[in-house]
């Protein structure tokens, strides 16, 4: 059996497979992530490990309704410019 992926590894790996086009980060519930890491991890709670990876600066969450999005460090909006970007796709910019 294959050695299991680090919490950092799972969590990078499910962003990357679990995202979908033009979204660049997932949100922990509605994308199944939150089950699939307790599954993963043996019941293990995936709010605790994503807010660890947060505060490491490895990945960045963003709160939404119902959960978070979770963004690789790269992929994540500017907190600066999401106002600007909302009115760009409002037509309003």
């Known amino acids: 059996m294959a050695e299991k992926l680090s919490y950092e590894e799972f969590v990078k790996k499910a962003i990357l497979s679990l995202r979908r086009e033009p979204y660049r980060g997932i949100h922990s519930v509605y994308s199944g992530f939150n089950e699939a890491f307790r599954k993963y991890f043996n019941g293990e709670d995936p709010v605790k490990v994503v807010n660890n990876l947060a505060k490491e600066g ?13 963004y690789l460090k790269e992929d994540a909006p500017s907190p600066s410019n999401i106002g600007e ?8 910019k």
């Not at 490895?58 to 999005?69: A, F, H, S």
């Not at 970007?85 to 309003?92: N, Q, S, V």
């Open 58 to 70: 490895k990945i960045i969450l963003r709160p939404v309704k119902g959960g978070v999005m979770l």
């Open 85 to 92: 970007e909302a009115l760009k796709k409002m037509g309003l």
